[in-house]
């Protein structure tokens, strides 16, 4: 069981000062391997777009899911493929979200993959907090599902995986916006 420090600090600066003999730049670096792993090891699909929608980062799952290589990706915007019956609505949340009016959202829409065929997917999308090295950005957590008699279950667990990776990201990006 974890004993909590009585601190006048926030709990994220408490988690880097309580690691014994780990400097800044340490914990820093300790913050950044257990982030690089969550997004490299989900079983789901992970990406970090700009504000605009352009992919800066996917990991093997959410390449996956659209059929296109990560460096393919990195030249598209998000709404490239997105089916076209929903990016109005995709970006109107986008637009809610940058502008502080919800802190996340979640999205069931059909992507176009690189083969031209269609998938659904289950997005869940919030905002990477900006640090002193980071500019603010968009990351979606997906997962793709069967609309058939499974797809509502299929939803569901990919929804609360999702939900959890979220979790783990933030607390590990303000960790990490901490230390910076």
Known sequence: MHKMKASSGPPEKQ???DVP???AEEALRKSEERWRSVFENSAIGVALTDLNGRFLATNHVYQKV???TEEELRALYFLDITHED???ANWALITEL???K????QIEKKYRRKNGSLIWVSNNVSLVPLTRTL????RTNSGDFDRGSKGADVSRENQAASNAL??????LLLRQASLV
């Open 15 to 17: 988690q880097a000062a």
């Open 21 to 23: 003999g780990l400097g």
């Open 86 to 88: 929903y990016r109005q």
């Open 102 to 105: 919800r802190r996340q959202f």
């Open 166 to 171: 979220a979790a783990k990201c933030r607390q």
């Open 66 to 68: 659209t059929g296109h």
């Open 98 to 100: 940058v502008e502080g």
């Open 135 to 138: 500019h603010q950005r968009n």
